[in-house]
């Protein structure tokens, strides 16, 4: 009789075999499983991770909007209790506001927790917000978190301190860029603090910015003590070199602090219209229409004020003058003062050239309460000695910043150019979207400029005076700076800060 047994264990070997396939593919197809699930709840935890920027979005636009409307004077009457009707709680310049019950796809539900420093600012200090997101996926996963910082400031063209369309470059090592408060105090008749005095002390919230998406910032050696901003989407469009910086008082050259640095930014820029007056000639001299560095020159004219010939608007009254040039160069002597308390307006109607240009010791002197601005499509050259102190060429302004103007008319590509040389001194605003301007040598800017282009060169130093966020009176408020906080520290100090005054579990 024939055994079986071969054919029994060649038939459990097989067995065996299909055992170990089958063990096989039940641990391939689990791994698989496993790869799709991990992959599905990474894909949902990253599509929840924008619905959080989009909650963060959403309680941010709620606070502005309050905002908005408690600072509105046309509703003054409502605007203390503003906050309150739309539930906000208040202490001391603080306000916060939980926002609940968003329903998101998936299942998932969102929270805004907004908290603001100086909510009840007109502009300076600038009111600052945190929004911090929380989304409760709906298969009882891991909360995903995101926090953004913003400031905001009044819809100005002055909002930050250096603005050009097509790039803004800095050349040298000893170029500076930082900032201060003329007027800290939110008084209404400014008391004027001068740059870095016991009142009003520099600051590291210098503001430089380019709105196009192709332009550059390149910060090479300059210290810029503030922020920095581009069009593009990235900010491999702001270059800092090995001596260079972007940061605090307190950062190392070669910084590049992210947290100061934004992107996708714009601002509208449109052409400057001359204002729609009947401008005077100037005569009291007997120059005839022109204003020349042969001896002091005075605005409005003695007629002019005998004669009520000023333009009454609102109870503020402005002189307007049309001058061919203004030529401001020689001795101290030779100098254009506008009278304290009086408003001025020049339009200079040459179009070509240098049409306005102080040198030497002479320039032009802005007494107290007075305001001076000039509207002009031909060049500015200023020069001569500093005049910080208010003595001296270039331009002396006892007054804040915006008390003296320069708005450039020039159109694309016009060729304006605006120059501040030597040892030149600015104390001012310059809004000329269309010109080249430059500052140059050891000249000193303090104030705001807006240009086509800006070139920062050799030991210049610019100082934004952060009272003019406020320019521009009742201006609605905007988003100026817009940051996400991604690291622990940041956002650890930011809770600390919150719930001192929130509560100790609001953040």
């Not at 698989?32 to 699930?37: E, S």
């Not at 998932?108 to 908290?115: E, Q, S």
């Not at 001012?428 to 800006?454: F, K, L, M």
């Amino acid at each position: 009789m024939k055994a079986h047994f071969p054919l029994r264990a060649h038939r459990g070997s097989v067995l065996l075999v299909a055992l170990i396939f089958s063990l096989i593919f039940a641990i391939t197809l689990t791994t698989y499983l496993q790869l799709a699930t991990n992959a599905l709840k990474l894909s949902q935890r990253s599509f929840l991770g924008n619905e959080a920027m989009n909650v963060n979005e959403a309680g941010l636009e709620q606070m502005l909007w309050t905002f908005n409307y408690a600072n509105d004077q046309k509703k003054a009457s409502t605007s203390v209790t503003a906050w309150s009707a739309n539930q906000w709680s208040t202490s001391g310049t603080n306000a916060w506001k939980e926002i609940s019950n968003f329903s998101l796809s998936q299942n998932a539900t969102g929270t805004a927790k907004v908290f603001i420093q100086n909510y009840n600012s007109i502009g300076n200090p600038a009111p600052v917000a945190v929004c911090k997101s929380i989304i409760q996926p709906g298969n009882a996963a891991p909360p995903i978190v995101k926090m953004v910082q913003v400031t905001l400031s009044r819809r100005s063209y002055f909002s930050t301190g250096l603005v050009a369309r097509n790039g803004v470059s800095f050349n040298g090592n000893n170029a500076t860029v930082d900032s201060w408060n003329s007027n800290p105090l939110n008084a209404t008749i400014s008391p004027n603090y001068a740059y870095n005095s016991t009142q009003a002390p520099r600051a590291a919230n210098g503001g430089v910015a380019t709105t196009s998406i192709t332009s550059t910032v390149s910060v090479q050696n300059a210290d810029i003590y503030g922020y920095v901003s581009v069009g593009s989407e990235s900010d491999s469009a702001i270059y800092v070199g090995s001596q260079g910086l972007i940061g605090d008082f307190s950062s190392a050259a070669g910084t590049k602090d992210t947290e100061r640095i934004t992107t996708n930014f714009t601002q509208d820029l449109p052409e400057v219209q001359v204002p729609p007056k009947t401008f005077m000639l100037y005569t009291e001299t007997g120059n005839k229409n022109y204003i020349l560095g042969a001896g002091n020159s005075q605005l409005p004219e003695t007629n002019d004020i005998n004669g009520n010939k000023g333009d009454t608007v609102d109870g503020v009254t402005t002189y307007y003058y049309a001058v061919q040039y203004i030529d401001l160069t020689g001795n101290a002597s030779s100098k254009l003062t506008i009278k304290s308390g009086y408003n001025v307006v020049l339009k200079v109607t040459n179009t070509t050239g240098t049409v306005i240009k102080t040198a030497g010791s002479a320039g032009i002197e802005i007494g107290s309460g007075a305001t001076l601005a000039i509207y002009t499509s031909g060049n500015v050259n200023i020069t001569g000695t500093s005049v910080t102190n208010g003595s001296g060429g270039g331009v002396a302004n006892s007054g804040a910043a915006s008390a003296f103007q320069i708005w450039g008319t020039g159109v694309s590509g016009g060729g304006q150019t605006i120059s501040v040389q030597g040892n030149g001194s600015l104390s001012g605003i310059v809004y000329a979207p269309y010109a080249a301007v430059s500052i140059v040598g050891n000249g000193e800017v303090y104030g705001s400029v807006v240009g086509d282009t800006i070139q920062v060169t050799g030991n210049a130093n610019f100082h934004y005076d952060e009272s003019l966020a406020n320019y521009g009176g009742t201006n609605p408020f905007k988003v100026s700076k817009w940051t996400e906080i991604r690291s622990d520290t940041n956002r650890n100090t930011w809770a600390t800060t919150v719930n001192a005054v929130a509560g100790s579990s609001f953040f």
